[in-house]
């Protein structure tokens, strides 16, 4: 019997070329997410940067999405205006945000000036990295509801995981190339003009998908009228965000997200400053240690994606995760652990970890909520997580500068504080006890609803 390609979804080459384009988007946004991780040495040294200034700036990266709800905007933008729109709407943010950004880290016009009692470099690169998150958020949640769009009863998991994993590679480079990049070209701003460079390349590798979206709602409608069968899905209601509000398991998801991310993200914030402090890593290659979190997840996420689409289980990788960051935390957190093969060891568990985490919960919110509701669910989820993503930096910043400068250290030839990173380590490992109640609930909740947590995602 001859098979019958009933819409463009159902091309392998269509469907994996569409997210590959996306991918890439995302890929480039991630670079400059984590691209002044690494640097936190030279910005101290170079602009004169504190502890809590860097860990202000880093906040940044939620302050829109949080107070102002732009991030909640975004995904009620998502499920009225389409993919098309908000996707692109979100690259350019990303990319006017970036530019903001490289302007006040590079200029000498905000020299000496305060907003606030705050250095008004401080503030204005904030507020570039502010209206950057807005974007990637945003793009975030747009690629997750295409990744559905595309992959519906189909490799949805091995789909997202695959994303992510490219989306690492983003994170992977920022880790490993900036502080070279910015002694090659002669200043801490430079890595964000790469950024910049790039997120303009990934704008354009945006649009093009839009074109392979369109094309695959015109063969959706012509399958449609092939059939005859009339599409009835109601429009998004702003009244649906009280029913996704509402949903327990939306919650424990939602939770279970800021609780993990806050323990991951900004750990990676000042993971390259715990292999100096700690560890006694030279500055120059201490990032490479961190950057191998990402590079393992980019192996590990599509590989724990496709055991759920297959196997199922998707609460249980969630509980697994949360369990292995509580022990790799705990370790970090020990003071005489201070070999340099330790560190790396709990880098790679803690990669493991990071990849079990999203690989399960990510695809796990389209069996919970209905798909005319996904963007706002995952919008409202991403701002959860951009609460956590914001505060947590200017804690651990703070903590650092109240409590954990222990004197200081020379780098190249300007002395710059040391610190004990035992009470952030701590801090972090709580995070992860709590997450694993919440996968716990989670997964009891799955019991309870029948959800189709623990079933596989491919329908045969």
Known sequence: METITNTLRDSKVARW????????????????????????????????????????????????????LMLIFGGIILDKMGIRFTGVMSAIIMVIGTAIKYWAVSTHSLDGQTIF????????AGLGFATFGVGVETAGITVSKAIVKWFKGKEMAL????????ARIGTTLAMTTSVPIARALGGVSKPIL???????????????????DKKLDKSIADEAERNNVTESEESFSVKDIFKIITNKGWWYIALLCVLFYSAVFPFLKYATDLMV???QV????????????????????????????????????MILGALLLIFVHTMFSIPFLTATPIAII???????????????MWPSVPKIIPEKQLGTAYALIFWVQNIGLMLVPALIGWVLDKFCVTGTHLLDGVEVPSYNYTIPMIIFTSFGVVALVF?????????????GLEMPNIKK
């Open 17 to 68: 070329s569409a997210l590959a384009l996306i991918a890439f988007t995302m890929l480039c946004g991630y670079y400059l997410t984590d691209v002044m991780a690494p640097l936190k040495p030279m910005l101290e040294k170079e602009l004169l940067w504190t502890s809590s200034e860097y860990g202000f700036f880093t906040s940044a990266y939620g302050w829109f999405n949080v107070f102002i």
């Open 117 to 124: 009692g705050i250095k008004s470099q401080v503030v204005f």
């Open 159 to 166: 789909a997202m995981g695959l994303e992510m994993a490219t």
């Open 194 to 212: 790469v950024c910049l460079i790039m997120l303009c390349i990934g704008l354009i590798s945006f649009i093009v998908y839009t074109f392979m």
């Open 277 to 279: 402090n700690k560890f």
């Open 282 to 317: 030279d500055p120059e290659i201490a990032g490479i240690i961190p950057g191998m979190l990402p590079f393992g997840t980019m192996i590990l996420t599509p590989l724990f994606g496709n055991l759920y689409d297959r196997k199922g289980k998707g609460a249980s990788i």
């Open 346 to 360: 709990l880098i790679i568990i803690l990669g493991i970890g990071f990849s079990l985490v999203p690989s399960a």
């Open 439 to 451: 996968a716990l609930l989670l997964k009891a909740e799955d019991k309870k609803k029948g959800y």
